[in-house]
């Protein structure tokens, strides 16, 4: 089975400063078809989780332009430019190249 | 709008059986992949069950295998996951979440008491 990492556990930021949050996996995450299925959520307290990216750096829409993704094969980063209050909760990676699909662990953003 | 409504969990014993339901609307129900993620404060967010969109394909995690059963009627834009032999860990917070994690209902929770 795929395992997505995430780094860090606990992401204390500051208002108004970047913050960013690393994925691995343990294998490739490139499927047949070309494209990389790996998608990243945020889960805000008490709230059922919400996808902000899919296929590594497709913003969903109504998703603020200051959330982005990146990487390519096995390393994946989500970038927040500028951290507002609405955005403290926990943000999750997650992978369909695979059955099963898989989670990373999560990243707990919190305002300092 | 999208929405996806759970509803059929409770308190089970052990051994016990359960069956969820999600109704849809909002989106052409026939057209997509759909699934059951469960979530609990020790192992996080775990993909259960997955149906494609005629319901000829499933998949499961293989800690549910030959206990859980995932279907889907697309008439009445409904899915389904038949859940017996159901044990303390399978205890959680189950979603009904289409395509790939697009769109999430607000979760029904299941408890299983040993």
């Known amino acids: 089975d795929v395992v997505l990492t995430q780094s860090p556990f606990s992401l204390p930021v500051t208002l108004g400063q970047p913050a960013s949050i690393s994925c691995r996996s343990s294998?490739?995450?490139?499927?047949?078809?070309?494209?990389?299925?790996l998608n990243w959520f945020q889960q805000r307290p008490g709230q059922s989780p919400r996808r902000l990216i899919y296929t590594v750096s497709k913003r969903d829409s109504g998703v603020p332009d200051r959330f982005s993704g990146s990487g390519s094969g096995t390393d994946f980063t989500l970038m927040i430019s500028r951290v507002e209050a609405e955005d403290v909760g926990v943000y999750y990676c997650m992978q369909h190249t695979y059955w099963p699909h898989s989670f990373g662990q999560g990243t707990k953003l919190e305002i300092k | 709008e999208v929405q996806l409504v759970e509803s059929g969990g409770g308190l089970v014993q052990a051994g016990g059986s359960l069956r969820l339901s999600c109704a849809a609307s909002g989106f052409t129900f026939s057209s997509y992949w759909v699934s059951w993620i469960r979530q609990t404060p020790e192992k996080g967010l775990e993909w259960v069950a997955h149906i494609n969109q005629d319901g000829g394909e499933q998949y499961y995690v293989d800690s549910v295998k030959g206990r859980f059963t995932i279907s889907r009627d697309n008439a009445k834009k409904s899915l389904y996951l038949q859940m017996n032999s159901l044990r303390a860990e399978d205890t959680a917070l189950y979603y009904c979440?289409?395509?790939?994690?697009?769109?999430w209902g607000q979760g029904t929770l299941v408890a299983v008491s040993s």
């Open positions: 294998q490739s995450l490139v499927y047949s078809d070309g494209n990389t299925h």
């Open positions: 979440v289409r395509d790939g994690g697009r769109d």
